[in-house]
């Protein structure tokens, strides 16, 4: 039933016109959420009372199948049924060789580096157009729900999702026709269901415990000011409650002397022995024991049980939070909360596991398997500015730049700007007649490009043939709201431009980052010496080429013992660069300016002072 809200001191009625749904794309469930009289709520199916859309898509003759009715077919039509599509979310099919067994669809084999195809029956769908189904069955439950069209979304991803996951999800909402305002990374909605970091002056470390159907993370977040950063993140992406359901059924299998290859050999009964077994794990996160009689057999569970045989997967979970704490350089008693999400924290086994690292500090009231879509809800509402609390900022993990002369890193934006952001610097060529220009981007926090991440690269093609030094090439970095970085450059003289849309296909995981923000420390004064040498050398060189054309331009006024001057003293520069030597190189450009600054002034040219403090050169 729709809800008409009514604004009390201005006596009339608030049309929701803008309203924006969070949604939740999970692995194995999705949802929908929206925030009603204030508080965030799950769209309910229509037919089970139940928020939860298991991301299963069936494919038959061209009719498409979402949810618990595909879930089914998993029994009855494995072949044209697939799930676990977002493990393939913005990959390639050389990423996903090594998973290949984990699935039991096929993908198409021709490029190996073109984005992924799955196959169902005669056709081939990416991940993103089998994801775009599944979007499109929430945004439909939520039109039914509340009456009117839906048409703007927020969509959760986990953190440590890179460019092109995100934009592939994005694309997936553009495709089921939603206008994707926002992705949020997964703890950060969770904690925005508990309303973490919504107020001012908010400062705190704290856990996200998330372990789903197949796959577990641990996201360690500092929160300030409705700033959300991911202090670190570890998990195993084969590693959730898919593992729970195959140890009780291989424990079946091996009490009752099954033939396990040929059970599972058989797809239609292998999924239907493994959806017994996740059954009765449910069954056991709130009873003692369970049975039930599956063809011939009867099979049998009790908790003690069942705890036994998860035992080894919870703690892999808790190895990876002792890793995730180390990659933080944390102690348990450093956070603040845990927060519990996915639908595998409702086993009291796993439950017990976190209290006892982290203490009774667990935050569970939520439904786990809602939270996060729930806090999607939360940011939507802000977005739609009906909620006035903090906008939610995410921050850049490391610095971006372009390569100058020499291979050096110039850093345009930052690490830890806050995102969307903006900013630009003037650049300029090294040689003469340039005429294309080629920008390349990187990540990192070293001083030379080659120990960064390369993202990308673009030529500026035809400026005007001109002096080196003399064009003006702005760049420009635009990080939107999502972290999706696009680079302008633009010649000022003569207006040729260029951009790009910066999508790295590889993303860094949060190990990498870190690694790469400690070799940055470890290597800083090795970096700085390199650095300055490089300096020197692309000075020196470009005061050589500014001398020679200052005495071309200026031949018919100076006198022959200054020419000869001028061109020994850059001929000692020229020579001292291949050495190395950065203090031999720095002298012998300060004896040339000096030399050459009272001939520069007396010419009234500028042309070789503009050399020597011009912008730098690309
Ligand atoms: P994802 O984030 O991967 O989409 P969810 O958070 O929805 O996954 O979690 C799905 C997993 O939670 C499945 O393995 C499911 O069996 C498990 N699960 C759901 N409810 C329960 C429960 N009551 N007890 C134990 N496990 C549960
Ligand atoms: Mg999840």
């Known amino acids: 039933m729709a809800k008409v809200q009514i604004n009390m001191k201005e006596g009339r009625a608030v049309h929701d016109e803008n309203l924006i749904v969070g949604i939740d794309l999970g692995t194995t469930n999705s949802l929908v959420a929206y925030i009603l009289d204030g508080q965030p709520v799950t769209v309910k199916t229509n037919d089970r009372e139940e928020a939860l859309v298991p991301s299963i898509i ?17 029994v009855s039509n494995p072949g044209q049924t697939v799930y676990s599509v977002k493990r393939l979310m913005g990959k390639s099919l ?26 169902i029956g005669e056709n081939y ?47 997936a909402g553009r495709l089921a026709g939603l206008d994707v305002l926002r992705i949020i990374n997964e703890p950060t909605a969770a904690s925005m269901a508990y309303g973490l970091g919504l107020q001012e002056g908010s400062n705190e470390i704290i856990a996200v415990y998330d372990l789903g159907g197949g796959t577990f993370d641990l996201s360690i977040l500092h929160i300030q000011d409705g700033v959300f950063e991911v202090l670190s993140t570890h998990g195993d992406t084969f590693l959730g409650g898919d593992d729970f359901d195959r140890a009780i059924m291989e424990y079946w299998i091996d009490r009752h002397g099954m033939d396990k290859e040929a059970l599972l050999a058989d797809k ?26 599956w063809n011939e057999y009867e099979f049998t569970l009790t908790r003690p049980e069942m705890e036994k045989l998860i035992d080894p997967i919870i703690q892999r979970t808790i190895q990876s939070c002792h890793q995730a704490l180390r990659d933080a350089g944390l102690n348990p008693g450093d956070l603040s909360k845990v927060i ?65 002369m020499g ?110 923000l400690l070799e940055s420390v470890k290597y800083a004064r090795q970096d700085m010496q390199a650095k300055a040498l490089q300096e020197a ?37 020229d020579e001292m660069i291949p050495t190395g030597d950065k203090d031999r190189i720095i002298q012998g450009i300060e004896d040339l300016n000096q030399y050459s600054a009272p001939i520069a002034h007396r010419m009234l040219d500028l042309n070789i002072g503009q050399a020597l403090q011009g912008t730098k050169a690309i």
């Open 58 to 74: 069936s494919i038959e003759e061209g009719q498409v199948l979402v949810g618990e009715a595909a879930k089914q077919r998993l």
């Open 94 to 119: 050389n990423d996903v060789l090594h998973i290949q067994p984990y699935f039991s669809y096929d993908l198409k084999r021709d490029d190996p580096d073109a984005l992924v195809r799955i196959r």
């Open 125 to 171: 769908f990416t991940p993103i157009e089998l994801s775009a189904e599944i979007l499109k069955q929430l945004k439909s439950l939520a039109e039914n729900h509340l009456k009117k069209n839906v048409t703007q979304a927020v969509i959760t991803v986990p953190a440590y999702f890179n460019d092109a996951q995100r934009q592939a999800t994005r694309d």
């Open 268 to 293: 239609s009964r292998g999924q239907s022995l493994r959806l017994l077994a996740e059954q009765s794990k449910k069954h056991l996160s709130l009873h003692e024991s369970f049975s039930a009689v």
């Open 340 to 404: 519990m999400v996915g639908g595998s924290t409702r086993v009291p086994a796993v439950t017990k596991a976190v209290k006892d690292l982290f203490g009774d500090k667990l935050y569970d009231k939520l439904n786990p398997d809602e939270v996060v879509a729930l806090g999607a809800a939360v940011q939507a509402n802000i977005l739609s500015g009906k909620d006035q609390r903090f906008l939610l900022i995410d921050v850049t993990p490391l610095s971006l730049g372009i390569e100058t």
């Open 407 to 516: 291979g050096l890193m110039d850093v345009i934006i930052p690490r830890n700007s806050k995102i969307p952001s903006k900013a630009g610097r003037q650049y300029t060529t090294s040689v003469d007649g340039q005429v294309n220009l080629k920008i390349s981007i990187y990540q990192g926090e070293r001083e030379l490009v080659s120990h960064n991440r390369k993202l990308g690269e673009f030529i500026l093609r035809n400026i005007p043939p001109m002096p080196a030094g003399l064009p003006k090439i702005e760049i420009q970095f635009l990080i939107n709201a999502d972290g999706i970085l696009t680079v302008r450059a633009k010649e000022l003289r003569s207006g040729v431009h260029s951009e790009i849309e910066v999508r790295s296909q590889y993303g860094l995981s949060e190990e990498e980052m870190a690694r790469m």
């Open 537 to 573: 050398i692309n000075e020196g060189k470009s005061i050589i080429l500014a001398t020679e054309r200052f005495i071309l331009q200026n031949e018919a006024h100076l006198s022959r013992e200054e020419t000869d001057a001028l061109r020994e003293k850059s001929k000692y520069i």
